[in-house]
């Protein structure tokens, strides 16, 4: 916050009627600048105002039908709220960072349409303690099912193009080595699997946020006789919070949110880690559309896959937001603490960074083209068939201990020839594994080898169709 605007905080916090100040008679002063700097969440809170909005027409009505506003002055307030949410809507709402918060600036607005005096019965029955919890779970329902819709199209995205490449090849890799041939299918249905449990796991924290603590006031619930369940339905929740003080104190629902993203960042971390390496010319599997990579302000030569690298960035940024929120909880006494405020700005900013990462992923995986020939080379090199050929061996009834060790002697006698295991004389393989002395070729071929994978979830390409299949019918 500027000088210039803190100090105006002092008349920015005192109301046209004889200088009250907004939050009450116990403190006069208006706070020195550098804690009014501390304390303001303006500009982190400004994502919630629709929903601050929203929730104070609906406590308007349930004021009026307490009796406590005439229709002239519910009509009045309404149509005040009404306006702001429509200047927050067009962006022309005149924010001031001298008002501490959003509640205050929304309320601000509303003393200049109707009066101090109408305007001061907004605040009736409610505090800043239920109002920010009932805002923020309304911001994360909506922002959820964004998410959601987000994981889907990612998801769609991604069985498209294994459909695309049901026939492509590549190497499987353990430990960043060559391990064996997989089809390319496989590998992209692998990230489909877990973007599903993300989707789970966020559906799961939808549930529990889905509840209004709207009438849990400061900590010990209402003064006035609301109808929290009305109201929460009036606000679009299925249910209300049990505990007015668990329900102010507590912020596990935006934990429980966080823990899902950061989940579904790893993720997608891995998705776009597979594109950085197969990016490379060593690999040289897929290339990254000119509208998710970037050249170098040096190096003429380069393509740079920055997008899949800053998603693995914002992945380590919402770890670090989950590891700070855990931290600000974990001892707090129960009850409202200002503490609470610094979890609002990583919550907001994880849940709407992993929003624009999903989008942008998305967009990467679409456009990539995928190279099968550099594909189906590097799976029949690095000695890729060695499982294989051992299973072979297993189904001559050689012992797969045995098989094992007669086939990595093979793997370091090629290694010692510079060539691949496939590549040996045949006379050679004839004299080390007389039990296949009826396979033409002795070494399978890449297409045996995937074709061998043929268990519930394996590579072989029925059962690549199969899971092909159950993902477009999961995913409507």
């Known amino acids: 916050m500027h000088i210039h605007a803190l100090s105006k905080y002092a008349h920015a916090l005192m109301s046209a009627d004889h200088d009250r100040p907004l939050w009450g008679s116990r403190v006069r002063s208006p706070l020195k600048p550098a804690a009014a700097a501390l304390s303001s969440s303006t500009a982190v809170d400004r994502p919630l105002a629709a929903y601050d909005v929203a929730a104070s027409r609906v406590h308007v009505a349930e004021l009026h039908r307490l009796g406590l506003l005439a229709d002239d002055g519910r009509d009045r307030l309404d149509a005040a709220l009404a306006e702001v949410a429509e200047q927050l809507d067009d962006g022309s709402f005149a924010w001031d960072e001298a008002h501490e918060d959003v509640h205050m600036n929304v309320e601000a607005a509303i003393r200049d349409r109707v009066g101090p005096e109408l305007a001061g019965q907004l605040q009736a029955g409610r505090s800043r303690n239920d109002e920010i919890v009932t805002d923020e779970r309304l911001w994360l329902l909506d922002a959820m099912r964004q998410l959601d819709n987000g994981l889907h199209r990612l998801q769609a995205t991604v069985v498209r193009r294994a459909n695309e490449e049901i026939e492509t090849v590549l190497p499987a890799h353990t430990h960043t080595q060559p391990a064996q041939p997989m089809l390319l299918s496989h590998h992209l249905l692998a990230h489909v699997e877990a973007l599903d449990r993300d989707r789970e796991r966020l559906a799961g924290a939808t549930a529990r946020v889905d509840r209004s603590p709207a009438g849990s006031a400061a900590s010990v619930g209402s003064g006035l006789p ?19 003080l668990d329900a102010v104190a507590d912020r596990d629902y935006a934990v429980e949110v966080i823990g899902a993203c950061s989940t579904a960042f790893i993720h997608l971390s891995r998705l776009a880690a597979d594109f950085v390496l197969w990016s490379t010319p060593y690999f040289g599997f897929v290339r990254i559309s000119d509208g998710y990579a970037t050249g170098s302000s040096m190096l003429p030569n380069k393509r740079n896959p920055d997008v899949a690298e800053l998603v693995r960035g914002r992945a380590a940024r919402a770890n670090g937001a989950l590891a700070g929120m855990l931290g600000l909880l974990t001892g707090l006494p129960l009850g409202y603490h200002r503490d609470l405020q610094e ?30 020939d550099r594909m189906a080379e590097a799976a029949s090199s690095g000695h890729a068939l060695a499982t294989a050929l051992a299973e072979r061996l297993l189904a001559a009834g050689v012992p797969f201990r045995d098989a094992h060790w007669r086939v990595g002697e093979l793997v370091t006698e090629a290694e010692v020839r510079g060539c691949d295991l ?7 393989l004839r004299e080390a594994l007389p039990e296949l002395a009826d396979h033409e070729p002795m070494i399978p071929s890449l297409a045996d080898a995937i074709a061998n994978a043929d268990v519930i979830g394996g590579t072989a390409p029925a059962r690549v169709r199969q899971a092909l299949k159950i993902a477009k019918e999961r995913l409507g």
């Open 226 to 244: 609301l109808d929290r369940e009305a109201v929460a339905t009036a606000l679009g929740f299925s249910g209300v919070t049990t505990n007015s």
């Open 343 to 372: 979890l609002r700005g990583p919550m907001l900013e994880t849940v709407e960074s992993l929003a624009l990462c999903l989008e942008a992923i998305d967009g990467m995986v679409a456009e990539a083209t995928f190279d099968p």
């Open 422 to 428: 496939s590549e040996l004389p045949d006379v050679r």
